[in-house]
Every structure is written in C-alpha cells, then in structure tokens.
C-alpha cells in the first residue's frame, strides 16, 4: 500500500513561517524520489522542492529559494518543508509527491494541504 499523508497547513501572516510534514509509506520511501509540489496559478502542478532518488540532489524553485527548507526524518519515513518569510503569493495547495525510482514519472501523490498567507 502506498500513502503519503500531509499536514502541517494552514494559516499565517506575510513573513510568518509554517512547516508541513508528510508520512510516507515504507515501501516507498527509500525507493523515490521524494518532494512537494504545489497547484500553481494555471492550475498546473510546480515544483517547490524535490530530493532526488539516486544522489539525494535537493532542488528548489527559484521563488522559495533561501525560504523554504526540505528535509527528511529517515527513521520517521518523514518528509518535512520549512517555509519560513511566507508570502501571499506562497498561498496554495501544497502537496507531497514520490516520484521516479520505483515509484516511476507519474508517481505517487498526497491529498494536499492548504497554506494561505494574508498581508
């Protein structure tokens, strides 16, 4: 069975900080590539962060970088992002992803939590 469980979301001023956690099913943890996404503005699915499967290569998007933290609990199969100085364009549905490896290109994807930012 594979899951990938969020939390962590909710609501915070311009400049605040939160952190979502995802539970990630064993079987998979160790074997995908694991990140977090969020829907975007055209109602497409970008990329936040992302550590790659083979040489554990973290990745960001260019808006978060020096603001948003990834980073895994191994012996919790628990995967975490820091989001610290938030602001309201960071207002989204953010959600977990385990991709390539044995999970393959479309992977795996958690339900989703929401961040809303205000001024």
């Known amino acids: 069975q594979v899951d990938l469980v969020e939390s962590g979301g909710g609501s915070v001023q311009a400049g605040g900080s939160l952190k979502l956690s995802c539970a990630v099913s064993p079987y998979i943890y160790f074997s995908c590539g694991l990140g977090w996404y969020r829907r975007g503005s055209k109602n497409e699915r970008e990329l936040v962060s992302m550590?790659?499967?083979?040489?554990?290569?973290?990745t960001y998007a260019d808006s978060v970088k020096g603001r948003f933290t990834i980073s895994q609990d191994n012996a919790k199969n628990t995967l975490y992002l820091e989001m610290d100085n938030l602001q309201t364009e960071d207002t989204d549905v953010y959600y977990c992803?385990?991709?390539?490896?044995?999970?393959?290109?479309?992977?795996?994807w958690g339900q989703g939590t929401q961040v809303t930012v205000s001024s």
């Open positions: 992803a385990a991709k390539e490896g044995v999970c393959g290109p479309q992977g795996y």
């Open positions: 550590i790659s499967v083979d040489d554990h290569i973290i």
